[in-house]
T-cell receptor, first 113, second 118 residues
């Protein structure tokens, strides 16, 4: 089955700097890669996702890149703000409504004002 | 976007009792829902896949008789933790992907249920 590795486990950045979180996956059949932000005591919230037919996707300060050959994808947050502080999870799955997501272990991001 | 509603958000129960958690898809039909468990400072671990009108599929190591799943309609799945013990205390989260069986779907998550067994 799929295995997703995520690094780093914790990340501290100064407000305004960029943050990068990286994930690798094992199953070459996976073609859907979402990123979630989870705040304390809440369920995960989708922030951006990418499918295997594109290499990069951007939404304002957030971008995701995908390298299918190397089986890795990354989350980039620019101009970080204190409210970006949270735990971020990457996930991978087959692009089908009947398939569950497999999650990385998460990255605790702290943005220091 | 699609919304998944989970209830209750928090529950405290005595050891030995059972607790039911509901997960509803509010604006789409979900023939498949997923139940995850999350321990403090850890990732989401898939417990089971809930299939409407049929038996759930459990992940290895998850006791089906302890975690009863019922998916009686296209918008509701329930997870019942039977004879709960303190080690069952955790954050339980349900998820559903819109347009099941189709491509280009997104996965939406409920708000989670914090279960504390005392």
């Amino acid at each position: 089955g799929e295995n997703v590795e995520q690094h780093p486990s914790t990340l501290s950045v100064q407000e305004g700097d960029s943050a990068v979180i990286k994930c690798t996956y094992s199953d070459s059949a996976s073609n859907y890669f979402p990123w979630y932000k989870q705040e304390l005591g809440k369920g995960p919230q989708l922030i951006i996702d990418i499918r295997s037919n594109v290499g990069e996707k951007k939404d304002q300060r957030i971008a995701v890149t995908l390298n299918k050959t190397a089986k890795h994808f990354s989350l980039h947050i620019t101009e970080t703000q204190p409210e970006d502080s949270a735990v971020y999870f990457c996930a991978a799955s087959i692009n089908s409504g009947n398939t569950p997501l497999v999650f990385g272990k998460g990255t605790r991001l702290s943005v220091i004002a | 976007g699609a919304v998944v509603s989970q209830h209750p958000s928090r529950v405290i129960c005595k050891s030995g009792t059972s607790v039911k958690i509901e997960c509803r898809s509010l604006d789409f039909q979900a023939t498949t829902m997923f139940w995850y468990r999350q321990f403090p400072k850890q990732s989401l671990m898939l417990m089971a896949t809930s299939n409407e009108g049929s038996k759930a599929t459990y992940e290895q190591g998850v006791e089906k008789d302890k975690f009863l799943i019922n998916h009686a309609s296209l918008t509701l799945s329930t997870l019942t933790v039977t004879s709960a013990h303190p080690e069952d205390s955790s954050f339980y989260i349900c998820s559903a992907r819109d347009r099941p069986g189709q491509l280009n779907t997104e996965a939406f998550f409920g708000q989670g249920t914090r279960l504390t067994v005392v």
